[in-house]
């Protein structure tokens, strides 16, 4: 399987706080690697890091063999898009207009001559094909009304459109920070759409969710998470099955030991 994503050594350091802690990964072709841990375990942080929302103390990222650096906006023209935790849509633009400037990312120089550029409605007149794209991309969402303010949206609707102007730059690494909070059932199916249409186009996903048990049914690779270092990479079973997933979700180590307290101690 051909890489895309190579991370070696990826370190963050906030003053005395060590975020990430000298964590590789690597991501094939059509891949999907979910991210899982506690809350501060650092998948916020390397999805920062990746997708250059903050600099790494230490480590270096490669895309498609070249080397991955400088802004976010520059990481979006070479083929990476994420979402956030806290959507962050452009709230006086209409659903449309979100999901065309995920269109324009791979082309234009930086977030906010595209917001200018859609806010002055200079994106349409180029834009048949993209006009089009984005009523292809609404529709696989379930996202009727692309009219509407993006700041009208419920929580649930703007993560879905903000999955949808990750999808609209044909992302290389599509990076999705907990993209299920607050969706209803209709909005779990639509991201998953997306996340497989992403895959069969040979691209791959980082998928941060806290439920893992949906992860582990979705991707085809677990990174486990805990206090910034990672501490099991692999077949998303056999993290679940794993003694790391007892320790760091229930503090329980599965030894010979353990095995044998007595009941009722
Ligand atoms: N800007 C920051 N300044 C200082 N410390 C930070 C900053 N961002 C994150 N941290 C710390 O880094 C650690 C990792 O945080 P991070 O948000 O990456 O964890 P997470 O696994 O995404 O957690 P959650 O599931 O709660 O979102 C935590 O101890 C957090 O408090």
Redesign the pocket.
């Known amino acids: 399987m051909a890489e895309l994503l190579v991370g070696t050594g990826l370190t963050k350091r ?1 003053g005395g ?1 060590v ?1 990430l802690d000298d964590v590789s990964l690597h991501l094939g072709a059509g891949e999907i690697l979910g991210l899982v ?1 506690p ?7 390397l999805v920062d890091l990746i997708s250059g929302a903050q600099t790494a103390s230490a480590g270096t990222l490669t895309l498609r063999g070249n080397r991955l650096s400088g802004p976010a906006s520059k990481r979006a023209r070479a083929g990476l898009a994420r979402t956030f ?1 806290y959507p962050q849509l452009a709230l006086e633009l209409s659903v449309r207009d979100n999901l065309l400037l995920g269109r324009a990312a791979r082309r234009m120089p930086n977030p906010w001559r595209m917001t200018l550029a859609a806010a002055l409605g200079i994106l349409r007149p180029s834009m048949a094909e993209d006009t089009s794209a984005v009523e292809t991309i609404a529709s696989e969402l379930g996202l009727s009304d692309l009219e509407r303010e993006a700041g009208d949206l419920t929580l649930g609707e703007q993560r879905l459109v903000e999955v949808g102007r990750a999808l609209g730059s044909d992302p290389v690494v599509m990076l999705l920070d907990e993209p299920f909070a607050g969706s209803d059932a209709s909005g779990v199916a639509g991201i998953i759409d997306v996340i497989r249409t992403v895959q069969r186009r040979g691209h791959a996903v980082i998928l941060v969710d ?1 439920n893992v048990d949906l992860v582990a049914g979705l991707v085809d690779r677990i990174m486990l ?1 805990d206090r ?1 270092r990672a501490v099991f990479d692999g077949d998303p079973r056999e993290c679940l099955a794993s003694p790391q997933m007892q320790q760091v979700y229930f503090g329980v180590a599965d030894s010979d030991e353990d095995e044998e307290v007595p009941h009722g101690a």
């Open positions: 906030y706080v975020a841990g809350n501060g375990a650092g998948k916020t942080t935790q806290h998470l910034g």
